[in-house]
């Protein structure tokens, strides 16, 4: 009767393969479904693991005078390198995970504020080092921001029922983006080295790359928010103690090494001489400053990064704040070295490829929700939309540091410098 329907099925060939398969699927099945179990159970003890990690979010308060250079921030990060050192049986049984750390540069209504969202184990180790570089600061637990504002239609709708918003209508609609690398990762950005920063000059004398994202977050008008996040994690190797099935992963310097060989190879030119022939290498100046700064980037401790954007108007959709947005990384983008270019995003070029703008409410919501959970490295949004990159803590340290007299936005809010204890002669 099949033969009917699929007359193919009467050629030699095909019921010989058909026959072939058959005979050998009693044997390849089971390891199939072996290997499928396996994976289910590593998302889920993994899952499992992260819910229940307990996480702090933290302020710090900047004082009035910051005389330290973003080397001082560096130090921070490497102290954050934690490789996370599992067992197989931690691995593969407790799901343990690397920690991730997410640096966050919010602006509501203009008032600029520092955060650093952590697991609960680690706040300690990132007070004590933040204390040991930047004594003057203060540290506080937060109440996170990211709660006291809603986007998803359920929660909305639920907040209107409860009488606790008025209006019939939604809130207007945000704005979402990942930062991408615009060369491969082994290519650096540019940094606080290239600026000077490094030989900590005097305030006066000071061109800090981060002013332009302070700025810009505070400009913004009442109403008007922008949340960027930096989510970073420890690079490393990985094997079969991080649940990887096939070979080792290398770690991040080798394909900087190749790339620094390619850039000598594209400098070698054949020459002649009475001798015969031979091969030279001519590096021009800019190649040469290329080698130096990817060496000089191997040489630090590297992180995985990904880097969120977000504008939430409150009231009125401003698109000048997006292109403020953008354009508040350029300053780190070198043309003979690396760039952080706009990445995936929320909105669609043409009409016909949203109907009825299905899709965009649906990332805007997804990336809401990735941001609310500081997910990226892990479920439930894992390497959501968008492909994470190396930055070391060089790198790091030039997108998020503690800036300095420099920086004069009337939206950062300065704690005094210099605190004293009470009069000795007080009554008792």
Do not use: C
């Amino acid at each position: 009767m099949l033969n009917a329907f699929f007359p193919y099925l009467e050629n030699e060939i095909v019921q010989s393969l058909i026959s072939g398969i058959l005979a050998i699927a009693p044997y390849v099945l089971p390891f199939f479904f072996a290997f499928l179990l396996v994976e289910l159970w590593i998302k889920y003890v993994r899952a499992r693991y992260v819910a229940g990690v307990k996480t702090v979010l933290l302020e710090i308060r900047l004082p009035r005078e910051i005389s330290k250079s973003p080397r001082a921030m560096e130090l921070v990060f490497i102290s954050l390198y934690q490789g996370g050192s599992t067992s197989h049986l931690e691995t593969w049984l407790e799901g343990k995970v690397r920690p991730w750390f997410s640096l966050e540069l919010v602006s509501v209504d203009g008032q600029v504020h520092f955060y650093i969202w952590t697991h609960e184990k680690y706040r300690k180790l990132i007070e004590s080092q933040i204390y040991a570089q930047y004594p003057n600061v203060e540290i506080v637990e937060a109440e996170d921001y990211t709660l006291n504002v809603y986007r998803n239609p359920k929660e909305f709708r639920d907040r209107q029922e409860a009488n606790l918003i008025n209006g019939d209508d939604s809130p207007p609609p945000i704005w979402a983006t990942y930062f991408r690398l615009g060369k491969p990762d082994s290519y650096p950005i540019k940094t606080y080295v290239d600026y000077g920063l490094d030989k900590d000059p005097k305030e006066e004398f000071k061109i800090d790359p981060m002013s332009s994202v302070i700025e810009f977050l505070g400009s913004l008008k009442k109403g008007e928010q922008v949340w960027i996040q930096i989510l970073i994690q420890a690079h490393r190797k990985e094997g079969r103690t991080d649940a990887h099935w096939k070979k080792e992963i290398p770690d991040w310097k080798k394909a900087a090494r190749e790339e620094i060989d390619n850039i000598r190879k594209k400098a070698t030119q054949k020459s002649t001489s009475q001798f015969g022939e031979f091969e030279m290498e001519r590096l021009t100046p800019g190649q040469t400053d290329t080698i130096k700064a990817i060496e000089r980037s191997i040489d630090k401790y590297p992180f995985e990064v990904m880097i969120r954007g977000m504008y939430i108007p409150v009231s009125e959709f401003d698109p000048i704040s997006i292109t403020g947005l953008i354009g508040s990384f350029r300053q780190y983008s070198s043309p003979d070295l690396n760039e952080l270019k706009l990445g995936w995003f929320t909105d669609f070029d043409y009409p016909w490829q949203d109907f009825r703008r299905m899709r965009r409410s649906k990332g805007e919501w997804a990336m809401f929700d990735a941001y609310k959970r500081r997910s990226f490295f892990q479920a439930p949004y894992k390497n959501f939309n968008a492909k994470r990159y190396i930055l070391n803590t060089e790198e790091l340290a030039t997108i998020f540091h503690l800036p300095g007299d420099v920086v004069q936005t009337p939206g950062v809010n300065r704690i005094p410098s210099k605190k004293s204890g009470p009069p000795t002669n007080l009554p008792i």
